[in-house]
């Protein structure tokens, strides 16, 4: 199987080659300066995603019609399923635009004045404000790709005991796979502009002992995928037993047991 996708998300006013109405204007500045036929969304939106899968499979089945083990007929079938799975992820690590840095130096009141500071102000952004924060936050961004490959062996295996013509035990086993979805897998991260908060409040200031203000934390969030996922494994087992009392009547009893590995969750 070969699966590949690059596939942007739709955007709100259902017009690919229109900005979103409802954004904030850094956003909007970012969407504005895409290349030609990209649409409204940035290179971290877009999904750049190659999976090929290989899988051959052998079965055999035993038991019969007459095939006994003592008084109780025995039919099932055991088999294996092999997987190889490559996967190829494209994408980027995307910086945020410098609008916040703008913004936050306009904010300010021009100088590091403690007595200029408002009731509920603890101090002044443009104290903290550097020329490396301004160069991080260029808008630019950086290619990545991550390519990676992974094997399953999922056995089965699936028997009936008849201990009378009405009355059957079954039991069955299997180990399966359930890949991650697709947009799990971009290989993109997205840094988002750090929160400007000073009021008396804010976590993100730096306090010394006597509680005096003597810096500011610039919090630089991240979303992204990971084209690294594993896909989850479950172990599967099943026991029930069959009692058809006549032609229309039956009772049936059924217990299961599943084991899962590398569960997804998000956060």
């Known amino acids: 199987m070969l699966a590949g996708q690059r596939v942007p ?23 504005a300066a895409n290349v030609d036929g990209e649409g409204c969304f940035t290179p971290p939106e877009m999904l750049d995603v190659q999976e090929k899968s290989k899988a051959a499979y052998l079965m055999l089945r035993f038991g019969g019609p007459d095939a006994n083990l003592g008084s109780v007929n025995v039919v099932g079938n055991i088999g294996v399923r092999y997987v190889k799975t490559d996967l190829s992820s494209h994408g980027q690590v995307s910086f945020p635009t410098g609008q916040w840095y703008t913004d936050a130096l306009a904010s300010g009141q021009g100088a590091c004045n403690a007595a200029n500071n408002g009731t509920n102000q603890a101090t002044d952004i443009q104290c903290w404000l550097t020329p490396a924060l301004q160069a991080y936050s260029n808008g630019g961004g950086t290619a990545n790709t991550l390519d990676g490959e992974y094997e399953n062996w999922l056995p089965s295996f699936n028997v009936r005991f008849g201990f009378t013509d009405s009355q059957f035990v079954r039991f069955g086993y299997s180990k399966g796979i359930s890949r991650p979805d697709f947009g799990l897998l971009r290989n ?25 203000v003597t810096g500011y934390n610039f919090v630089f969030s991240a979303e992204a995928g990971y ?38 969750a998000g956060l």
């Open 9 to 31: 998300r739709r955007c709100e006013n259902g017009h690919n080659g229109q900005n979103r109405q409802r954004q904030d204007r850094s956003s909007r500045r970012d969407r």
């Open 188 to 212: 993109s991260v997205a840094i988002n502009a750090p929160p400007i908060d000073v009021s008396n409040s804010s976590p993100y200031l730096v306090r010394d002992a006597a509680g005096n």
């Open 227 to 264: 084209a690294g996922l594993k896909p989850v494994e479950a172990d599967n087992f099943d026991l029930s037993y069959e009692w058809y009392i006549n032609k229309s009547s039956s009772f049936t009893l059924g217990l299961f047991y599943k084991s899962l590995e590398n569960t997804i």
